[in-house]
């Protein structure tokens, strides 16, 4: 099991510039996470898939919007990029309402926005 | 709103000292509680997570405990090691509600 991917590794964008991030989970998850984490803030909820069909919005979903593709892929556009959004990406999956509802994260995407 | 408070925010030992992490919340009405381990420019593992009507968890040299009425979960880290050396992170689900994590305990352990 590759358990939960992410691409890329590392972007530089340009400001106003797109790009989508992608996740893939090969656990079977039902739910699925996008984060990101800048330093003195912690980690931070962008937007969130309990289940296959549905998001919702987390604490900071402005600038971005998502894409559960299907029940393994879930995607996070940036759709005018703003230096603001320069951060480290997580995303995270977990079989929510199991007994053990771990959630595990994939490597991240580093994104810099000039 | 549940808020999760990590304190200290660094923490730095000598190799083999015990050591205790802790980790507090706001509302007692949790579902469940994880501790995370992060590595410098990786992403979260988990250590261990400890349902609400659980008291305690152990896996080799870590124990982790929750006490849900005071509000608190503590890590233990027994015969620290170099390897220890990481941010711990602490998280906690209430109701349907996604993770919510705080801002960790940056630990080093000094050979």
Known sequence: NAGVTQTPKFQVLKTGQSMTLQ??????????????????????LIYYSASEGTTDKGE??????????????????????????????FCASTLRGA???????GPG?????? | KQEVTQ???????????NLVLNCSFT????????????DPGKGLT????????QREQTSGRLNAS????????TLYIAASQPGDSATYLCAVRSGNTPLVFGKGTRLSVIA
């Open chain 2, 66 to 73: 929750l006490d849900k009425s005071s509000g608190r979960s």
């Open chain 1, 99 to 105: 007994l053990q509802e771990t959630q595990y994260f």
């Open chain 1, 60 to 89: 900071v979903p402005n600038g971005y919007n998502v894409s559960r593709l299907n029940k393994r892929e879930f995607s996070l556009r940036l759709e005018s990029a703003a230096p603001s959004q320069t951060s480290v990406y």
């Open chain 2, 7 to 17: 304190i200290p925010a660094a923490l730095s030992v000598p190799e083999g000292e």
């Open chain 2, 27 to 38: 509302d007692s009405a949790i579902y469940n509680l994880q501790w995370f381990r992060q």
């Open chain 1, 23 to 44: 996740c893939a989970q090969d656990m079977n998850h039902n739910s699925m996470y996008w984060y990101r984490q800048d330093p003195g803030m912690g980690l931070r």
């Open chain 1, 109 to 114: 995407t580093r994104l810099l926005v000039l």
């Open chain 2, 46 to 53: 988990s250590l261990l997570l400890i349902q609400s009507s």
